[in-house]
């Protein structure tokens, strides 16, 4: 079974940066697994940051940005701000399957 | 805007058949994928299924024994049926889309979420 694998949880102070990852139990994250990435605050729907990597929403604040960073994907959020506070989540596809894993999730604290 | 609203029971009896209906309003249901995840209560996201306009139809190997997806593009619905659930279906369930764009040349950028709704296993 597939599995993959975010940090529990990160703090972070306000206005400054901070990289979650994301994790394949079958290996190296390429661009082939087209990462999504997705914030989550409490009682509410996942909202859609990223996809394919890097690709940002029209609604996707500036601040957040997608890469693949060492084997795994990666989102970063610069200049964080309050209201970033949040669970997020990456998804990725594995094609050969032609299914998706959500990744393990990642509470974000700014404090 | 597009906008998705999922609706079906919120109680199911242990060993019956769970069914959804995901309604997608303010735009048309073809050339996407549509998929289902679920969320139990303080828990992650879980990847349920999808399925194309063409009503082609991929499933989570650890539950595609008990899914089945279909699509009605002249309701512009689309449906889930997850049959014998026990208590561990218990869960929010959510439907969303998946467009293409950017360096998706497929639709693999899952962009709007319906609200969810919650489905509780119990007899």
């Known amino acids: 079974q597939t599995v993959v694998t975010q940090e529990p949880s990160l703090t972070v102070s306000p206005g400054g940066t901070v990289t979650l990852t994301c994790a394949s139990s079958t290996g190296a994250v390429t661009s082939g697994y087209y990462p999504n990435w997705f914030q989550q605050k409490p009682g509410q729907a996942p909202r859609a940051l990223i996809y394919?990597?890097?690709n940002k929403h029209s609604w996707t604040p500036a601040r957040f940005s997608g890469s693949l960073l060492g084997g795994k994907a990666a989102l970063t959020l610069s200049g964080v701000q309050p209201e970033d506070e949040a669970e997020y989540y990456c998804l990725l596809y594995y094609g050969g399957a032609q299914s998706y894993v959500f990744g393990t999730g990642t509470k974000v604290t700014v404090l | 805007q597009v906008q998705l609203q999922e609706s079906g029971p919120g109680l199911v009896k242990p060993s019956e058949t769970l069914s959804l209906t995901c309604t997608v309003s303010?735009?048309?249901?073809?050339?996407?994928?549509w998929s289902w995840i679920r969320q139990p209560a303080g828990k992650g996201l879980e990847w349920i299924g999808r399925?194309?306009?063409?009503?082609?139809?991929n499933y989570n190997p650890s539950l595609k024994s008990r899914v089945t997806m279909s699509v009605d593009t002249s309701k512009n619905q689309f449906s889930l049926k997850l049959s014998s659930v026990t208590a561990a279906d218990t869960a929010v369930y959510y439907c969303?889309?998946?467009?293409?764009?950017?360096?998706?040349?497929?639709?693999?950028?899952?962009?709007?979420w319906g609200q969810g709704t919650m489905v509780t296993v119990s007899s």
């Open positions: 969303a889309r998946a467009t293409s764009g950017g360096d998706c040349y497929w639709p693999c950028a899952f962009d709007i």
């Open positions: 303010g735009g048309s249901i073809s050339s996407y994928y």
């Open positions: 394919s990597t890097s």
């Open positions: 399925i194309y306009t063409s009503g082609s139809t």
